[in-house]
């Protein structure tokens, strides 16, 4: 058993650092523009380079396994069954619960606090969002102003998006700030982000409202485009739109 775990460990040494290679040169993330978004990268990081001894001691096992063990032909039975607490056991149980309690705590409930920490707080812009099959109307109450066109933000401006659905379930996604929320009938959600990078549309796909709940024929094409700006190009955008009439 004990040359068993020598080799395993030997190989276990081998892959971690091809995994922290591919993961720390290879950022999947696209552009981080909100204050909210750096919170979900940062707990995607730290699970991913937590995930990668784990994953490398798998594949020791399962590449030593399959050189040791490698059988010719069918099995004539099935080996014996792993029963009562043995010690390998425990320490597996042992070894892999206690990362998994650690993140739970962190960057689990920290990072959602960090995530919904204006909850229950005021804000400095207020957005209403109506998600219809198949586009949206964002809707200024305290600017009396509606678009279909394009949702255009101030940076650093914490802004909560109040959310609900006119027909069938929609999602509220707007992938450069991180955030998704369900627009569902008859109700409302909200969920809060502050931008903190300029960006449009045109430049980077990232900014734009994406429905992310599969709602008909024209749900890919559900999309309204985001712009962060100024505080000055949005009170100018504001005032050049005209007044519309709020039904909510
Ligand atoms: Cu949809």
Known sequence: ???????????????????YVLVLNFTPFPVAAA??????????????????P?????????????????????????????????????TWFTVTSAPTIAVIIH??????????????M????????????????VIYPEQGVKSRKELVLPIGVVTRFE?????????????????????????????VATPDEFGTFAQDPNFR???????????ATMRLPVRVVSQEEFDTWIAEQSPAKLTR
């Open 1 to 19: 058993m004990a040359r068993h775990f020598t080799f395993v460990a030997a190989l276990w040494a081998v892959f971690p650092p091809i995994g």
């Open 35 to 52: 204050k909210e978004a750096k919170a979900i990268d940062g707990a995607f990081t730290l699970l991913t380079l937590l995930s990668v």
């Open 54 to 90: 784990v994953f490398a001691f798998v594949c020791a096992v399962l590449a030593y396994s399959l050189v040791r063990w490698h059988l010719k032909g069918d099995p004539d039975s099935d080996g014996p069954a792993l029963r009562g607490h043995k010690p390998p056991i425990v």
């Open 107 to 120: 960057p689990g409930i920290t990072g959602l606090r960090e995530v919904r920490a204006h909850d229950n």
């Open 122 to 137: 005021p804000v400095d812009l207020l957005v209403q969002v109506e998600g219809r099959r198949f586009f949206w109307n």
């Open 163 to 191: 959310v609900t659905a006119y027909d069938v379930l929609h999602s509220f996604w707007i992938p450069a700030f991180r955030i998704k929320v369900d627009a569902v009938p008859g109700m409302y959600t909200a969920i």
């Open 209 to 219: 409202l994406q429905c992310a709940e599969l709602c008909g024929a024209g749900h």
